[in-house]
């Protein structure tokens, strides 16, 4: 199953966060060796590890993370615009264009190079979901020279538009179109019945409050927050479904088939 | 660029002050099959940080209330606004909580609309705002519409967010803009009069990706269009013709 988390929400799902953040441990310096940072617990993040950070996670089956992808907007800060700029004589920033990275496959995962096929593809499409759903065109992601054949093989290669050094280490700028037929072509490869949860609007309500930008009164806002939320649990016994009474049709509890998606 | 989206960011100069701001996304709103479509900076940022400015298609009776109840302190949308990038699905958000249902009963009262679609839009020195349409219509409907219109959207809520802060003061000093090579490349090609064809075949690369340095360079140049960069880099001698 893929799941959209925000960085927000991270800490709302302990489990998946804390296997996520090992795998990446394990994925970047462990077997690609990178000048990664590594926390003492074992995780590693980086500044790009923000609250506005969206991933695109693989759940596997017992709960922990079986792969993942890290979403950004180039209007923000980005590693392609901080670090790789030298590869393209610039930067890339456009609000209908996201990066992509740390790109990550759990190297946990039993079922060798099938299992490892089929996770990529599940998350390029989840990938290919967002973007569609957010109207985004492209996305932009720098990557290691045989990260080429595992994208080309999820059935949504991406265009190289420029390249840096040689063999194993050489590093790549892509880009990938997205479209329709992008999804299609994924899909035609993606695991049958593999489920995609909605993308969930950020939890933003409650977390992102404690982190709002000084723009915004926030200790207005706070208490207001605190109250609203005493008020919320006296009223939750006496409440009905406010969602259904307003004629609001929570989309996020209905999980998508892919299998589906396919036969449409 | 679709004439829809083209006709509408031709008239994004015409903003000159809230009023304006109210005609133009009334056009948006006629165009794009929507009951309602707002613009509101909570924090044009910087030196204007806690400047608001924005307009609105609702009932004024509507902002009204919402400003006198502070409605925006709970209001789900803001909150979830305020937290991220990413566009924001009315569907996908928590209604519960009872001061959220009254919101939720009273903006039905004024004919908010059932769905709606929020891009937040956050920038340097705490800039942040909100560009958001709504309408009531079934469910079904309101995804053929969004999957539609999202990206068109996305773009708009953008170059409405930057005029925003341009005739408010509040726009940084554009440093001069840093084209990379292959963006000034297209540029200057584009300028050139030749065709998306054949700048792509010119400079080996698929139209795709010359969309994506177009739209780069269009993005740092604060071009309405590719034709408007082409426009703003001449003139401001990025580019030599």
């Known amino acids: 199953m893929i799941r959209f988390i925000y960085g927000n929400d991270l800490t709302t799902s302990p489990l998946l966060a804390e296997t996520m953040f090992r795998d990446r441990a394990g994925q970047f310096r462990t077997r690609l060796n990178w000048d990664v940072r590594v926390d003492p617990n074992g995780w590693e993040r980086d500044q790009y590890d923000g609250p506005d950070a969206l991933y695109c996670v693989y759940v596997l089956p017992d709960g922990t993370h079986g792969g993942s992808g890290r979403l950004m907007p180039t209007t923000g800060r980005t590693m392609l615009n901080d670090h790789f700029s030298h590869l393209m004589g610039g930067e890339i920033t456009s609000p209908l264009i996201w990066e992509s990275t740390r790109f990550c496959v759990s190297p946990r995962i039993a079922g060798g190079a099938a299992a490892g096929a089929r996770i990529s593809t599940a998350l390029m499409l989840a990938g290919c979901e967002v973007a569609l759903r957010f109207g985004l065109t492209h996305y932009a992601a720098v990557f290691d020279a045989p990260m080429r054949r595992i994208y080309r093989s999820t059935g949504w290669a991406p265009e190289i538009v420029a390249e840096d050094g040689k063999g194993r280490d050489k590093l790549c700028l892509g880009l990938w179109e997205v479209s329709q037929d992008a999804r299609a072509a994924i899909l035609a490869k993606a695991p049958e019945g ?4 909605p993308v969930p609007a950020p939890l933003a309500g409650r977390r992102a409050l404690a982190q709002a930008r000084g723009d915004i009164d926030r200790a207005r806002i706070e208490g207001k927050l605190r109250a609203g939320l005493a008020a919320e649990a006296a009223a939750q016994d006496a409440a009905g479904d406010a969602t259904q009474a307003a004629g609001f049709a929570p989309s996020n509890v209905v999980p998508m088939q892919a299998r589906a998606a396919r036969a449409a | 660029m679709h004439e829809r ?32 479509c ?41 909150l979830s606004a305020v937290g991220g990038f990413a566009p ?8 519960t909580g009872r001061p959220v249902r009254r919101l939720l009963s009273e903006a039905r009262e004024f004919r908010v609309g059932n769905h709606g679609y929020t891009i937040p839009i956050h920038g340097p020195g705490g800039q ?29 809520a953008h170059h409405v967010h930057r005029h925003a802060l341009e005739i408010n003061g509040a726009a940084e000093p554009l440093a001069p803009p840093s084209l990379s090579p292959r963006e000034r490349d297209a540029l200057a090609l584009m300028a050139a009069g030749r065709s998306r064809a054949q700048i792509a075949e010119k400079l080996k690369i698929s139209e795709s990706t010359l969309r994506v340095y177009l739209d780069s360079a269009r993005h740092k140049l604060g071009g309405l269009n590719a034709f408007h960069a082409v426009a703003i880099a001449v003139k401001g001698g990025s580019i030599k013709i």
């Not at chain 2, 902002?63 to 925006?72: A, G, I, K, L």
Request: net charge negative.
């Open chain 2, 38 to 78: 707002i613009y509101y900076a909570l924090s044009l940022g910087g030196p204007k940080a806690g400047c608001e400015f924005g307009a609105m298609t609702y009932d004024h009776a509507w902002h009204q209330r919402y400003e006198d109840v502070r409605y925006r302190d709970c209001d789900p949308v803001v």
């Open chain 2, 128 to 156: 942040f705002a909100m560009f958001t349409v709504s309408k009531q219509c079934p469910e079904g409907d309101w995804c053929a519409l969004l999957a539609e219109s999202a990206q068109d959207l996305l773009l708009i």
């Open chain 2, 88 to 95: 924001i699905n009315w569907n996908d958000l928590d209604w």
């Open chain 1, 194 to 197: 593999l489920e995609l949860e």
């Open chain 2, 5 to 36: 989206l083209q006709s509408i960011v031709e008239a994004v100069p015409s903003i000159t002050d809230a009023g304006t701001l109210r005609l133009f996304l009334d056009r948006v709103r006629a165009l794009y099959d929507m009951d309602n």
